[in-house]
């Protein structure tokens, strides 16, 4: 059992570190669609990552934008314009988001719609720093999103005529991962990522279970929570003795002993109606599913794992062999993503 002071510290911790973009190396899109390692703050910036939920489209894309310049560069440092970037690139992502197709095979039509609108949510972000007088050190990737609902294997695919199509990057999305691809790899090319089995992570996390009064069985804690009904039923076992051996008590004596040991147990229930019982909370491992990548050797790609509500902080990317992968984070996708240029099967481990 934790007590409530340290439950109520680790909330805070929680709380405070969704907001703050903590120095660590990541990747993130630059110039020309390829990654880059993410700004370093020399101090805390809050990230309006709520923001990016509510981008369903175009208009609802720019809104964010403009919301997140007015609070990210408001500063005008260099770590808040570098974020601002990548919040708006996120957002020109969220606002091209298509289905990915059945199956797997991204045809140039397909690609042509997704990169119209996020050319066009680009050209509106440019516009938006530009009202706002801020330079970017390098220009807005415009990158495209698709989501699969494929929950086991996801083969994809890129004919050669993709490579007319105008944008940076692309991003398809499963429940278990996320591949981000530059252009310059998909012409004719195929890849396949694929949920592997639960691996533990080294990690527990604390979740609240019914509690007990005072380590007492459940039977135990519901006898003394009620024990008028045990005392009412003493009573009138006595009464039936006394009965048999000819004994008679008045007829109000056993009424009015229940009325008054109900109340009784009612007032001593009354502190647990009114105020909460302890808070139990219990250690569970933290599993998370591998990836198996299979992709072209001379192939590069941001894997992305969702950590599923685990403190973000806690966890990096290993690959087969147990080697730590270069990997941090994304508050902006809710994942931990790393760069590799090699396909195998990764997992996520406690730092």
């Given at each position: 059992?934790?007590k409530?002071?340290?439950?109520?510290?680790?909330?805070i911790?929680?709380?405070?570190?969704?907001?703050?973009?903590?120095?660590?190396?990541?990747?993130?899109?630059?110039?020309?669609?390829?990654?880059?390692?993410?700004?370093?703050?020399?101090?805390?910036?809050?990230?309006?990552?709520?923001?990016?939920?509510?981008?369903?489209?175009?208009?609802?894309?720019?809104?964010?934008?403009?919301?997140a310049?007015?609070?990210?560069?408001?500063?005008?440092?260099?770590?808040?314009?570098?974020?601002?970037?990548?919040?708006?690139?996120?957002?020109?992502?969220?606002?091209?988001?298509?289905?990915?197709?059945?199956?797997?095979?991204?045809?140039?039509?397909?690609?042509?719609?997704?990169?119209?609108?996020?050319?066009?949510?680009?050209?509106?972000?440019?516009?938006?720093?530009?009202?706002?007088?801020?330079?970017?050190?390098?220009?807005?990737?415009?990158?495209?999103?698709?989501?699969?609902?494929?929950?086991?294997?996801?083969?994809?695919?890129?004919?050669?005529?993709?490579?007319?199509?105008?944008?940076?990057?692309?991003?398809?999305?499963?429940?278990?991962?996320?591949i981000?691809i530059?252009?310059?790899?998909?012409?004719?090319?195929?890849?396949?990522?694929?949920?592997?089995?639960?691996?533990?992570?080294?990690?527990?996390?604390?979740?609240?279970?019914?509690?007990?009064?005072?380590?007492?069985?459940?039977?135990?804690?519901?006898?003394?929570?009620?024990?008028?009904?045990?005392?009412?039923?003493?009573?009138?076992?006595?009464?039936?003795?006394?009965?048999?051996?000819?004994?008679?008590?008045?007829?109000?004596?056993?009424?009015?002993?229940?009325?008054?040991?109900?109340?009784a147990?009612?007032?001593?229930?009354?502190?647990?109606?009114?105020?909460?019982?302890?808070?139990?909370?219990?250690?569970?491992?933290?599993?998370?599913?591998?990836?198996?990548?299979?992709m072209?050797?001379?192939?590069?790609?941001?894997?992305?794992?969702?950590?599923?509500?685990?403190?973000?902080?806690?966890?990096?990317?290993?690959?087969?062999?147990?080697?730590?992968v270069?990997?941090?984070?994304?508050p902006?996708?809710?994942?931990?993503?790393?760069?590799?240029?090699?396909?195998?099967?990764?997992?996520?481990?406690?730092?």
């Open positions: 059992m934790i409530r002071k340290s439950i109520f510290a680790i909330k911790a929680l709380i405070l570190a969704t907001l703050i973009f903590v120095s660590s190396p990541a990747h993130a899109s630059s110039e020309n669609g390829r990654l880059d390692h993410w700004p370093t703050p020399s101090y805390p910036i809050y990230l309006p990552v709520d923001a990016l939920l509510g981008i369903e489209d175009e208009t609802s894309a720019i809104a964010a934008i403009s919301s310049v007015a609070t990210l560069a408001e500063g005008f440092c260099e770590e808040a314009l570098a974020l601002t970037i990548l919040f708006s690139e996120h957002a020109i992502r969220s606002g091209s988001t298509l289905d990915a197709p059945a199956n797997g095979v991204f045809y140039a039509d397909m690609l042509n719609i997704s990169a119209q609108i996020a050319q066009s949510i680009t050209g509106g972000a440019q516009g938006i720093l530009d009202n706002a007088g801020v330079t970017p050190a390098r220009p807005i990737a415009t990158g495209l999103n698709f989501v699969s609902g494929e929950r086991g294997a996801l083969n994809i695919s890129f004919p050669h005529d993709v490579s007319g199509v105008a944008f940076d990057n692309i991003t398809i999305e499963t429940d278990f991962a996320s981000t530059n252009r310059e790899f998909i012409s004719g090319s195929a890849l396949r990522i694929e949920r592997g089995l639960p691996i533990a992570a080294g990690a527990h996390m604390y979740s609240q279970v019914p509690g007990t009064t005072n380590g007492l069985v459940p039977v135990l804690r519901f006898l003394l929570d009620y024990w008028a009904v045990a005392a009412f039923v003493l009573i009138m076992v006595v009464w039936g003795v006394l009965a048999s051996k000819g004994m008679k008590l008045r007829l109000w004596v056993v009424p009015v002993v229940a009325v008054i040991l109900i109340a147990n009612i007032w001593t229930l009354r502190p647990q109606l009114e105020e909460p019982g302890d808070i139990v909370y219990a250690t569970a491992p933290v599993y998370f599913y591998s990836v198996i990548v299979e072209p050797q001379d192939m590069s790609v941001v894997l992305g794992i969702p950590i599923g509500g685990a403190y973000p902080g806690m966890f990096v990317l290993h690959n087969e062999y147990g080697e730590l270069h990997s941090r984070y994304n902006f996708s809710g994942v931990v993503e790393a760069y590799i240029s090699a396909g195998g099967k990764f997992f996520l481990r406690e730092a």
